[in-house]
C-alpha cells in the first residue's frame, strides 16, 4: 500500500515538471509562439551573366520607368529577355565608339563606366540611386573579363525569336540606328541575310498588302561573332522617313532563317513573346513607327 502511494506520488510530479516544460515552450496552448525563423539571406552575387541579371538588371534596372519597356533610354532594355542581346558587343548609342559590353575588355565596357561614374556622357548608374557596392561591379568586371558569356540553358525548341528592338508597336521620337532581332538559339549566320530579314515602310499610308511598300536597303545583315544569339540589320547612313515600318523574319519559302542544326525559324508572332505555335515554319512580323514630329 505504501508503495502504490509513493509511486502515485512521484508520477503527478513528473507529470507537473513536464507540463510545465511544455507551457514554457509554448506548447499545449498556453505559451506565445516562438517567432517565425527569418528568411535565408539572398546567394551572393558571382561573375556569371545569370546572377548579374537576377541580382542586379531585374530588381534595380529593369522597373517601371528605367531600362524596360519601349521607352527604355537609348533603347536599352535589361529585363531578362533583352539584356544579354542588348549589351554585349552592342555599340553604345551615347558613345558609339565604345561597346556596351566589349567581351574581355572590362575597361573599356560603357556599362562599367557608367556603373563606376566614369563614363565620358550622362550620369552614374542607377539613377536616383546608391551606387552599387564595390563587389557587385566587381563581379561584373569579372564576368566581362571571363569574355561576357550568357551561362543561362538554351531552348531546346525549334528556333524562336524571343524579342526585338524596337518592340513592336513602339512609335519612336527618332529612327533607330539598327533592328536587332534577338532569338532563343543561334541562327545560322549562313541564313540571316537580306531574303531572310526585310524591313519595310508603308509607303506612308500606314497599311502594308496593297503594293505601295517600300524595300529599306540595310548598311549591313549580321550576326554578331560576341553575341551570336541575335541578328542585326544595321541602318547606319540610312535614312528612315516618318512612317509605319513593318519587320519580317522568314521561317518559310525559298529563302528561310535556320538555326545551327538546319531547323526552320517558329516564326509566327501573336504579341507576346516568344514567337511561333511550337513547330518550326512561319513568318515572324511586327511592326513599329516613327513620328519626329
Known amino acids: 500500500m505504501k508503495n502504490t502511494l509513493i509511486l502515485k506520488i512521484r508520477t503527478g510530479l513528473l507529470l507537473l515538471i513536464f507540463s510545465g516544460v511544455l507551457g514554457a515552450c509554448g506548447g499545449g496552448g498556453g505559451g506565445a509562439p516562438l517567432p517565425p525563423a527569418p528568411p535565408p539571406p539572398p546567394p551572393p552575387i558571382t561573375a556569371v551573366f545569370s546572377s548579374i541579371q537576377s541580382n542586379v ?63 565620358s556622357s ?83 499610308d500606314g497599311t502594308f498588302g496593297d503594293g505601295n511598300e517600300v524595300s529599306i536597303a540595310a548598311a549591313s545583315i549580321s550576326v554578331p561573332a560576341a553575341n551570336p544569339a541575335t541578328a542585326v540589320f544595321d541602318l547606319t547612313g540610312v535614312r528612315l522617313a516618318d512612317d509605319v515600318y513593318q519587320v519580317r523574319l ?14 526552320a525559324l517558329d516564326g509566327e508572332f501573336s504579341g507576346a513573346f516568344p514567337s511561333g505555335d511550337g513547330s518550326q515554319g512561319g513568318v515572324f512580323t511586327a511592326e513599329f513607327e516613327i513620328a519626329s514630329h
Open 122 to 204: 550622362g550620369v552614374r548608374m542607377p539613377l536616383g540611386g546608391g551606387a552599387l557596392p564595390a563587389a557587385t561591379i566587381n563581379a561584373i568586371r569579372q564576368w566581362i573579363t571571363d569574355g561576357a558569356t550568357d551561362d543561362r540553358v538554351a531552348s531546346t525548341n525549334p528556333k524562336r525569336v524571343s524579342s526585338l528592338s524596337p518592340l513592336p508597336g513602339s512609335i519612336l521620337e527618332a529612327a533607330p540606328s539598327a533592328i536587332t532581332a534577338i532569338f532563343d538559339r543561334d541562327p545560322d549566320p549562313s541564313t540571316v541575310n537580306l531574303n531572310t530579314f526585310i524591313l519595310e515602310s508603308s509607303g506612308g
Open 250 to 263: 522568314l521561317g518559310e519559302g525559298a529563302s528561310m532563317m535556320l538555326d545551327m542544326s538546319a531547323n
Open 57 to 119: 538588371f531585374t530588381p534595380t534596372c529593369a522597373v517601371s520607368g528605367c531600362h524596360t519597356g519601349a521607352g527604355a533610354p537609348q533603347g536599352l532594355r535589361l529585363d531578362a529577355a533583352n539584356s544579354y542581346a542588348l549589351l554585349v558587343g552592342v555599340a553604345s548609342m551615347e558613345v558609339p565608339t565604345i561597346m556596351r559590353v566589349a567581351p574581355g575588355d572590362p575597361a573599356n565596357s560603357y556599362l562599367v563606366q557608367k556603373l563606376e561614374g566614369t563614363a
